[in-house]
């Protein structure tokens, strides 16, 4: 199995766990065994998960930078929604600015990365 394959292979495998986990959460919401609603503020941790699922194994500079941000929104958005070190949406979206910015720096540095360890054409074609 090549790399492009299997970065697939573990991206789809995440999706169907996600799927089965919220599945069963609900079906036990619905026998009345737990209450799901206890856990709605978690749910940007799921776009933690995401993200950071983009950023492991062989992706491309553009999946790598996407995971980037789905990871920081993510923890923003738990941040904001548990109010953790005081951070509320009214006084913390300066840090969507400064991510922003530190962004547009990192991305010349995760191209040229990524283009160094990017498979060939040759080899991506090869089982």
């Known amino acids: 199995m090549n790399t492009n394959n299997s970065y697939h292979w573990r991206k789809q495998l995440m999706w169907g766990l996600v799927l089965i986990g919220l599945g069963a959460a609900l079906l036990l919401d619905q026998l009345q065994l737990f209450d799901i609603y206890d856990l709605w503020h978690f749910w940007p941790l799921l ?3 995401i993200g950071i699922n983009k950023m ?3 992706p491309s500079a553009a999946d790598f930078t996407s995971g980037l941000w ?3 929104i993510g923890i923003w958005l738990f941040a904001n929604f548990e109010h953790l070190f005081g951070l509320t949406f009214r006084n913390s979206w300066p840090y969507l600015i400064i991510a ?3 962004t547009l720096i990192l991305k010349p540095f995760i191209r040229e990365r990524f283009a160094i360890n990017a498979p060939t054409q040759e080899s991506r074609h090869e089982d």
Request: overall charge neutral; proline content about 0%.
């Open 70 to 72: 789905t990871t920081f």
């Open 56 to 58: 492991i194994g062989y």
């Open 100 to 102: 922003w910015g530190v």
């Open 47 to 49: 776009l933690v998960v």
